[in-house]
């Protein structure tokens, strides 16, 4: 016998005294307990009274009754009982052991019989023990001997019998057979054991066939201290299959969890030959259920059933506390559910991308150019990593067609749909794009603004983009546009941020490095030069064209400064040159001068890129052809022309039979332009590009990529009808500026001040008139540039106008990120993953370090509606109409059927719910409608950033209150307490301080992460 109370303790003192006298540690039970209530280990004398206090509270919500005792307790122990079976005639049978070892809270999680890697000796005394006592009291219908097992000591102790019918009782069925619900009942009828219609074997002849666990599925997180939770169970789905039980009670889909129910949903045992067979049978059936609404402890139970010490018979009742790896839990993703709560809320209050914008009235569903399903032909990627990067560039130089990039995978959209073309549709044409167009030189598909739009407007991740194309496309070399020391940014990042990014792009799939600045300063572009060069990557160096070299009235940008400047890039061991014609301004004639000249002065390939906002850059291209151009970008048809580049399709044409044909499939561009030609309806709301080419663009020279951000702009602050002012406007604050070159993010502080003036009704001459101690706010782009911290362009800024922007500032000096101190990688992540609350790759920490603020939304969006961008377009901008159906593929090989049905009248908090098919079965999903006045106010939510606000640890009913309002407490002391199904927990004070706010009283229901008190301190 396990030394303890034969009697219920009557008060602490007493408790303190027999406590000592029994030695630490001990055990508080419940005399009425059971499932773990009133439960608690108290390993010195400073918890007792704390400890005694909780477990009286819990024992008399629970059972009704607050009496404990106090037991020793043993560390180490297997929990082993006996299932024994009396009827009313003298016959006792018993069917042997089980192991309940594993618990949390005193309460049995898992359980096995037999007991593995038990001493046969050790079942045997346990095993006639049970009976002998059971024969001693005359013990009639079924019941369990209960024992703990010292496994240092190698003694048994006897703890108690429970007369009834156990919840692990379907363990001992399996193994032997013997149906114990049914043999109670017959029992209590006056039935004998052995004979009909019990007619159970005699003691030596009981079975026990092979192996058998039960799990205990409940509604609690494991991640969270098992704290219990409740709700309504919007999915349900079990296992089943040979060897496979199940007991439930309420696990069902609509069912509804209060906080007065237990927290066991369902019984799942599982059989085999052996323990690990058995355990790979409940594996199967535990990641075979599906339930949504509520957490349950599925992903730990998995873990212990898969733990080599469980599988061998090695744990004792001290097993969770000693196996922090059994905690390490995978998380549960519940992609449908959250990606309904998506689709609900954009049917509900729409997106706000596209509110007050153009909606297109119909939609054709998009047919995806054929791809013939072979494997990807030879390509330039398997050429680059053969040759390497310098002899890749070699044999480009020395090609006779005409090599082309295509751009419809990013600075196409970029310039005519505001970057807005989401990874869902791209992935729709890459299989043909890798199997029908091999010949391409690249596919430029990231970089730019395509980084920040994707996780600001599309909630995208941009580096799954790159992945996942890359998987679909591994055959062609991929291009990005890196915008030198400010990254894919708007400013300067520490050099070693830009080092690390450019190894992670590569590592990812980046084939060449299209590098830049947007002031053409070469020192702003070594680090990242040398960083791809250190790669084993392509690297693009380029320079970014302005103005006009045949225009011999603006020297500023004349030939003999753009060869200067190509000089400089190749001595720094570029091994292609770039063009970078971001506005269009390359006029055809300037462009055979310009190619021509650099392929006698520069001895790397030259790479022509430009726009066709003018109209006639395909006759640019073609010139730059004629003059020996290496490689050339163009898009697809549909989406080429504008402030996009030249049209592919037509240069295809225009070049085939001549020496510098292309050798492209031309079916496969035009079915490529038919695909894109459907699809680019559904950007409508973002396809403000001009309609034709114009010869305003060499008066405004607004950049491609910029044109249609800008309109949107304008129009965002009611200058849309005022668009040729605008430009107007753009061209003199250009000249304003010094005549700059306009890219990305220069172009942008041209635009911002562009906008400032509009909408202050000012013009260039006003600000020159400004004296030196105005109060003009401009723009932080402007400051920050003008300071510096873009670096300087050709001739420096003009002083007057830097003097009256700085306004008093003093601008830096040198390179601008020269000054920054490096990014601490190690403590970034710790500091992300803290704010986060999860684990983060090293590409997210480069998007954080990159853009903290817009990752950190990107992050809390990706959190609550998993990836969106498997959503087809039209549902993601315009949501769906009742009765419409979309397929949506979460991954390879799991598609999910959602089916909109209709939505209820509104709910007093606001609410509406949403009724849905998946995948054939009925889901809800509660969604707020912003349109409502909301008529009940809902219970605040903690900042986990103050310390000093203490939150609920989980759904629950307020059942004490220890503190009042304005009191002052100490860090430790006891706040209230929480129940949840039964289960109480006190919550103490994070911190020292004076109770600034108490939101709760005693019955009182708060859900998980409500405010409940604030400390000021």
């Not at 007619?199 to 192996?211: R, V, W």
């Not at 609900?344 to 729409?350: F, H, P, Q, R």
């Not at 640019?620 to 049209?647: C, E, F, H, R």
């Not at 007093?908 to 008529?935: A, H, W």
Request: with cysteine; glycine share 8%.
């Amino acid at each position: 016998m396990l030394p303890g109370t034969e009697k219920p303790v009557k008060s602490a003192a007493e408790a303190q005294k027999i406590a000592k006298e029994m030695g630490y540690p001990v055990i508080v039970k419940a005399a009425m307990g059971g499932g773990g209530r009133g439960m608690r280990v108290v390993r010195d004398a400073a918890q007792l009274d704390a400890q005694l206090e909780e477990a009286q509270g819990e024992a008399k919500s629970a059972f009704g009754d607050a009496s404990v005792f106090l037991e020793k307790y043993l560390p180490r122990a297997r929990h082993l009982e006996v299932q024994i079976l009396g009827d009313h005639h003298g016959n006792l049978l018993h069917l042997y052991e089980r192991d309940c070892s594993v618990q949390r809270r005193h309460q049995k999680v898992v359980e096995v019989a037999p007991a593995a890697n038990l001493d046969r000796g050790i079942r045997s005394e346990l095993c006639d023990a049970a009976v002998q006592l059971a024969r001693k009291a005359n013990y009639r219908n079924a019941g369990t001997v209960e024992f703990l097992y010292d496994v240092d000591s190698q003694k048994w102790y006897f703890i108690e019998v429970n007369p009834r019918i156990q919840v692990e009782h379907t363990v001992t069925e399996m193994v032997t057979g013997i149906d114990l619900v049914r043999s109670q009942i017959l029992i209590a009828q006056g039935h004998k054991l052995h004979e009909a219609p019990l007619a159970l074997p005699k003691q030596e002849c009981i079975p026990l066939n092979g192996a058998a666990l039960q799990c205990r599925v409940t509604t609690e997180d494991p991640a969270n201290n098992f704290a219990p939770d409740y709700g309504k169970i919007s999915t349900y789905r079990s296992p089943a299959g040979f060897g496979i039980r199940l007991d439930g009670g309420t696990a069902y889909a609509g069912a509804t969890l209060t906080p007065y129910y237990d927290s066991l949903l369902v019984k799942t045992t599982a059989w085999g030959a052996n323990l690990p067979e058995a355990c790979q049978r409940m594996d199967r059936a535990l990641r075979e259920f599906r339930i949504r609404g509520v957490k349950t402890n599925i992903p730990f139970v998995e873990n212990v059933v898969n733990h080599p010490k469980f599988q061998a018979g090695e744990v004792t009742t001290s097993f969770l506390d000693d196996s922090p790896e059994l905690f390490r839990l995978p998380s549960t993703a519940d992609r449908a559910s959250k990606l309904l709560s998506y689709l609900g809320d954009v049917i509900l209050n729409g997106n706000s991308e596209v509110k007050g914008k153009q909606i297109p009235k119909e939609l054709e569903t998009a047919v995806a150019p054929a791809a013939p399903g072979i494997a990807p032909p030879y390509g330039t990627r398997q050429l680059l990593k053969k040759l390497g990067a310098k002899k890749f560039a070699d044999w480009a130089r020395k090609e006779k067609r005409l090599l082309i990039t295509d751009t419809t995978f990013r600075d196409a959209h970029q310039s005519l749909m505001a970057t807005r073309v989401r990874t869902h549709d791209l992935l729709a044409a890459a299989d043909a794009v890798a199997q029908r167009l091999p010949s391409l030189f690249s596919l430029e598909m990231w970089g730019g603004a395509t980084f920040d739009t994707a996780m600001r407007f599309l909630h995208e991740d941009p580096w799954h983009r790159l992945r996942v194309l890359r998987e679909s496309i591994p055959n062609i070399c991929f291009q990005m546009l890196l915008r030198g020391a400010n990254a894919v940014g708007y400013t300067s990042y520490p050099d070693n941020v830009i080092i690390e990014f450019v190894r992670e792009a590569h590592a990812q799939g980046i084939d060449i490095f299209r590098i830049f600045d947007s002031l053409n300063s070469i020192d702003n572009m070594r680090v990242a030069i040398d960083a791809a060069l250190e790669t084993g990557a392509v690297c693009e160096a380029a320079i970014c064209y302005t103005g006009d070299i045949l225009d011999k009235g603006r020297p500023k940008y004349s030939l003999k400064y753009y060869v200067a400047l190509a000089k400089q890039l190749e001595k720094l061991g570029t091994h292609f040159l770039a063009i970078k014609d971001m506005a269009g301004l390359c006029k055809p004639y300037a462009a055979f001068e310009l190619v021509k000249t650099l392929r006698e002065e520069v001895g790397v390939p030259v790479h022509f890129h430009t726009h066709d906002t003018s109209g006639i850059n395909s006759g640019s291209v073609l010139k730059a052809a004629d003059a020996g151009v290496d490689v050339a970008d163009a898009a697809v048809a549909a989406v080429s022309g504008g402030t996009s580049q030249p049209n592919l399709n037509s240069i295809v044409e225009a070049l085939r039979h001549t020496p510098r044909d292309t050798q492209l499939d031309i079916e496969a561009l035009n079915e490529c332009s038919d695909y894109w030609e459907t699809v680019r309806t559904y950007y409508l709301p973002f396809d403000s590009g001009p309609k034709a080419g114009s010869a305003r663009l060499y008066q405004h020279e607004i950049p491609g990529g910029q044109y249609t951000n800008l309109r949107e702009q304008a129009t965002a602050l009611g200058l849309g009808h005022r668009w040729r002012e605008v430009e107007r406007m753009y061209a003199e604050v250009n000249q304003l500026f010094g005549d700059i070159v306009k890219v990305t993010p220069s172009s942008k502080v041209v635009g911002d001040m562009t906008l400032l003036l509009m909408a202050k009704e000012m013009r260039p001459k006003d600000v020159l008139a400004l004296n030196g101690k105005h109060d003009m706010p401009f723009p932080n782009s402007v400051v920050e540039m003008f300071s510096g911290a873009l670096g300087v362009p050709p001739g420096g800024w003009p002083r007057r106008l830097q003097k009256i922007i700085l306004n008093g500032r003093t601008p830096l000096k040198g390179r601008p990120s020269a000054s920054l101190p490096p990014a601490d990688f190690e403590q970034e992540q710790k500091h992300l993953e803290e704010k986060t609350g999860h684990a983060v790759r090293r590409d997210d920490l480069l998007s954080y370090l990159l853009y903290p603020e817009v990752f950190a939304k990107f992050d809390r969006f990706r959190q609550t509606y998993s990836d969106v961008s498997v959503v087809p377009t039209p549902a993601f901008f315009y949501g769906l109409k009742s009765g419409e159906e979309i397929t949506v593929e979460i991954e390879s090989g799991k598609t999910l059927i959602i089916k909109f049905l209709t939505f209820s009248e509104p709910h007093p908090d606001g609410t509406r719910t949403l009724f849905f098919e998946l995948n054939g079965q009925p889901r809800e999903i509660t969604v707020r409608d912003k349109s409502l006045r909301v008529t009940e106010r809902a219970h605040p939510k903690a900042d986990p950033a103050d310390p000093g606000q203490v939150a609920a640890p989980t759904a629950g009913v307020i059942s004490s209150v220890a503190v009042q309002a304005n009191h002052a407490v100490e860090r430790g002391a006891k706040l209230l307490t929480l129940e949840a199904m039964k289960m109480q927990s006190n919550i103490y004070a994070p911190v020292s301080g004076r109770i600034a706010k108490l939101l709760v009283t005693p019955g009182q229901q708060v859900e998980a992460k409500d405010l409940l008190v604030t400390i000021a301190q």
